[in-house]
């Protein structure tokens, strides 16, 4: 009996035995299954090793999923062009004529070769003249009447002289043109001394340089500026010709203008002069022609003149 169970214990033992060997030998054969590298690596295990990789060969949805998406390559996009393109014009012109674009984005200025030389304004000086009145105001402290106000608007819209001269004065006469000169950052214009706004005299090239000053609000200061713009998209009857008559009539309602006109007996010329101020641009145009030829032919010439330097459209 003793015999028996002794039998009976080695064979439990023999049993337990080969049950853990088993067990130790499953669990090192599913740690080879699972290593990288090994023979015994399985299917999944090495397709897990890929999509967990940074190796650029791995290619299934789950690794393509968690890249990051490529930097992007969309080129900047370019500014839309100016209006105009720099060209020699051959234009059957009677006298002398300059002209001058400003890029109000870049500051760059193209033009005739003689966009610097000058004439006298007679009414484009104007803009400036309410402008300066305007910036002093408010530095100041000041704020205009409604009465000076519309004394303003008469003087940008309709051009009045009367006005022009009484606000000239107040303002310290060529004192202004002097201040012009260095608010703006003239480089070729000259005050006219005792000899009153009208023969102040700019080169096209400074014309468009003023048109700039206006626009980013140093001529008329911060509280002004939008105000003044408006009173120069709104100028009416005799006043109303040259740069803005050569774009479409939707287009020509946002530009702003100041043009000036005047006949000189003593010289025996009219002097036409244009100033506008676009979206990104602003313009320049003067011209100096005999008298006989009346007011007429330097208006439609200063329209002329811009038509011909126009970007033609596709």
């Known amino acids: 009996m003793a015999g028996r169970n002794r039998r009976r214990a080695r064979t439990a033992s023999r049993l337990r035995l080969v049950a853990i060997t088993s067990v130790l ?8 299954r699972l290593l990288p590298g090994s023979p015994f690596e399985s299917t999944a295990a090495a ?7 940074s190796d650029s060969r791995g290619s299934d949805l ?4 968690t890249r990051p998406p490529p930097p992007s390559t969309s080129p900047t996009p370019q500014p839309d062009p100016l209006p105009f393109e720099a060209k020699e014009l051959d234009l059957d012109i009677d006298g002398w004529y300059a002209w001058s674009v400003l890029d109000r984005r870049s500051g760059e200025i193209i033009g005739s070769d003689n966009m610097d030389e000058t004439s006298t304004t007679a009414s484009l000086i104007k803009s400036w003249i309410v402008a300066d009145f305007l910036r002093r105001s408010d530095d100041a402290g000041q704020t205009p009447t409604d009465t000076k106000l519309d004394d303003l608007t008469k ?5 009045d002289n009367e006005r022009t001269q009484t606000l ?12 012009l000169l260095s608010t703006c950052d003239l480089t070729d214009s000259k005050v006219s001394s005792d000899l009153g706004w009208s023969r102040t005299e700019l080169s096209p ?17 911060p509280t002004w500026t939008k105000w003044l713009l408006n009173e120069m998209r709104l ?11 050569a774009f479409p009539a939707a287009e020509a309602k946002k530009i702003a203008i100041k043009n000036g006109w005047v006949d000189r007996e003593q010289e025996q010329e009219i002097h036409v002069n244009c100033l506008a101020i676009g979206d990104t641009w602003t313009m320049g145009v003067m011209l100096r022609y005999p008298i006989n030829k009346g007011y007429d032919y330097g208006m439609t010439t200063c329209q ?10 596709p």
């Open 168 to 179: 000239y004065k107040q303002i310290g006469e060529s004192a202004s043109i002097k201040r």
């Open 62 to 65: 789950t690794d393509r999923s």
């Open 205 to 221: 090239r400074d014309v468009a340089r003023l048109g700039n000053c206006i626009a980013d609000g140093r001529a008329a200061g």
């Open 47 to 53: 397709e897990w090793g890929q999509a967990g990789s």
């Open 235 to 245: 100028v009416r009857g005799v006043g109303d010709f040259g740069i803005r008559k």
């Open 304 to 313: 002329k003149i811009t038509r011909a330097l126009q970007t033609p459209t």
């Open 25 to 32: 030998v499953g669990l090192i054969l599913i740690s080879l």
């Open 155 to 159: 003087i940008i819209r309709d051009s």
